[in-house]
C-alpha cells in the first residue's frame, strides 16, 4: 500500500485546465506543490477530444518543470478511457477522478492503468490515483473507496459540488462533518486528507479561507486544492509546520532518541507524556516541514 511516506504530501494542488498553455507555461511560477491538469469541468465537450492531443505536451512542460503532474479525468467510463490512452506516461504522477462514488469504478480503472502502464514501460503503480468525494454517494461509500486499491494515494474533498448535490449552506459549521467522515478514512487506510470545511470558489475572501485552513489542519488534512493561484501561498504556509512545531519535534525525537539508549520507552518533555504516538507525530512534522 502507498503510503504518504512514497514523499507524497501536496500542501497545495492547483487547478488548469489542460486546454490553457499560458497557464501551463505559468504553474512553475505559482509556488504549488502539484499541477491538476483538468480534462472535466473546465473543457467543453466539442473540445475534449481536442485538448486530449495537446495534454501530453503540457505534462511535459509541467515535468520539465519538476512539477508534479496530476490529471483530472472525466468520470463517465467512456471518456475515462480515453483520457487515460491520452495521459498515461511517465510524466503522470496521478489521476484524480472526479465524482468518485464507488470502490469497483476505482478497481475497474486500475486495471486499465496497469495494462497501459505494462504497454508503455512503466513500473506496476507508478500511477497514484486521487479519489475526488463530492456527492452524497461518495460520502455513504467512503469506507470501500478508501480500500479500492493500493494505486489510491489521497482522498479530496470536492465541496463545491456536493454543496450544490445536498442543497446545504456552504458554511464552515456544515461541512465539517462531511469533512471529519473523509478525513477518518483517508487516516485509516494511511491515505493523505486533502480538503477544507468551506467552498473554493469565493477566493478573494482570504480571511474566511485562512480560518477554514486553520480548522482543517487542526483536524489532520494536510493539503488543499486551489482553483486560483493566490490561495496556493495561503494553503503553503496554513499546512506546513511553524517553527514551534519543528522545534518541539527535534527535541522530542533528540530526547527520545537518548532515553531509548538507556532502554527507557516512555518520557515527559514540559509536562507532556512521550511515547511511540507522540514520536510519530514528531517525525511525521521532520519529514514533511
Known amino acids: 500500500m502507498h503510503t504518504l511516506h512514497d514523499g507524497l504530501n501536496w500542501r497545495s494542488l492547483l ?96 486495471t486499465l492503468i496497469r495494462q497501459l502502464e505494462a504497454e508503455r514501460g512503466l513500473a506496476p503503480g507508478h500511477i497514484r490515483m486521487l479519489g475526488l468525494i463530492e456527492t452524497a454517494g461518495g460520502i455513504v461509500n467512503l469506507p470501500d473507496i478508501a480500500r479500492a486499491t493500493p494505486r489510491l494515494c489521497a482522498l479530496a474533498l470536492g465541496s463545491e459540488d456536493l454543496i450544490a448535490e445536498l442543497g446545504c449552506v456552504p458554511t464552515t459549521e456544515r461541512l465539517l462533518g462531511y469533512s471529519e467522515t473523509l478525513l477518518v478514512n483517508a487516516k485509516a487506510n494511511h491515505l493523505q486528507a486533502i480538503g477544507i470545511p468551506g467552498a473554493l470558489a469565493n477566493f478573494n475572501n482570504l480571511e474566511l479561507l485562512k480560518e477554514q485552513v486553520q480548522i482543517a489542519r487542526e483536524m489532520g488534512f494536510t493539503g488543499a486544492l486551489a482553483i486560483h493561484p493566490r490561495q496556493i501561498s495561503l494553503f503553503n504556509e496554513g499546512f506546513a509546520a511553524t517553527e514551534d512545531e519543528v522545534s518541539w519535534a527535534k527535541t522530542v525525537v533528540e530526547r527520545f ?22 514520536l510519530q507525530r514528531a517525525k511525521d512534522i521532520l519529514t514533511y516541514s
Open 15 to 110: 487547478f488548469i485546465p489542460a486546454s490553457n498553455r499560458s497557464f501551463v507555461e505559468k504553474a512553475a511560477s505559482r509556488g504549488a506543490d502539484g499541477i491538476i491538469l483538468d480534462l472535466e469541468d473546465s473543457i467543453p465537450p466539442e473540445q475534449k477530444h481536442d485538448v486530449r492531443f495537446v495534454v501530453a505536451e503540457h505534462m511535459l512542460m509541467l515535468a520539465q518543470q519538476q512539477l508534479p503532474v496530476v490529471v483530472r479525468i472525466n468520470n463517465d467510463l467512456r471518456n475515462a478511457v480515453r483520457d487515460l490512452e491520452a495521459v498515461v506516461s511517465p510524466n503522470l504522477t496521478a489521476i484524480m477522478v472526479p465524482k468518485t462514488e464507488s470502490a469497483g469504478y476505482l478497481r475497474q480503472l486500475d
Open 257 to 278: 532518541a537518548a532515553a531509548q539508549a538507556e532502554g527507557i520507552g516512555v518520557i515527559a518533555i514540559d509536562g507532556q507524556m512521550i511515547d511511540a504516538p507522540v
